[in-house]
């Protein structure tokens, strides 16, 4: 069985819904797996590289669970990216750490993903805000596995009965994805 880390870039589970519910439930079907819950971990910000570049070296797959942040990962988790991903640990002529292990990311937008198209207020498909993510993958030599996300699960839709009703149905249903993608690839 392969050893899976999941990395959450949430900057506050305490004020979150869709990744909070997300993590619950994979950890749930999941207990195996190792989380890293970076707003716990550095509510300061600063990385403890040593442990966490020891984290990634136990992982054979590694996921960032994250809110997409300005089309983006939050500050935190890329920052967890810039300080752990040392050329020569994980890039440069000896950095060979993260070699042949592999990379999925599971995120949430709040807006719908059908906002996500050409055509669409969003005015490009979410696929495209991911290449900078499968070159940083290809660079470290680790093994791009494609993603799970979901659209539609917006802060401002938390004080609707209903709409916390669909939003956590959905997040339920990604942490599902999210654990049978993983299940395949183990
Ligand atoms: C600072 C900030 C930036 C955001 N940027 C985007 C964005 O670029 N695109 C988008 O669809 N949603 C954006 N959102 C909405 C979040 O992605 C959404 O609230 C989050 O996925 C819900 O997850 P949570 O309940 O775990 O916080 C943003 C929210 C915040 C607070």
Known sequence: ??????????????????????????????????????????????????AEQERLL???????QYPLFWYSAPSLLHRWVEQTFTHGFSHGSTGDKLKGKQIVLSFTSGAPEDMYRYDG????????????YKQM???????WCGYIYSGGLSYASRHDEAELARM???????????????KGMA
């Not at 490009?124 to 805000?129: G, H, L, N």
Request: glycine letters at 2%; a negative charge.
């Open 1 to 50: 069985m392969k050893k899976i880390l999941i990395v959450s870039g949430h900057p506050d589970l305490n004020d979150s819904f869709a990744n909070k519910t997300i993590l619950e439930e994979t950890k749930h079907l999941l207990p195996e797996a190792e989380f890293a819950y970076l707003d716990k971990l550095y509510p300061d910000f600063h990385i403890d590289v040593k």
């Open 58 to 64: 136990r992982a054979d797959i590694i996921v960032l």
């Open 121 to 132: 207020p969003q005015h490009y498909p979410i696929d495209d805000f991911l290449p900078a």
């Open 137 to 143: 993958a290809d660079l470290c030599g680790l093994q």
């Open 168 to 182: 956590k149905a959905k997040a339920v249903r990604h942490a599902h994805l999210l654990v049978e993608k993983l």
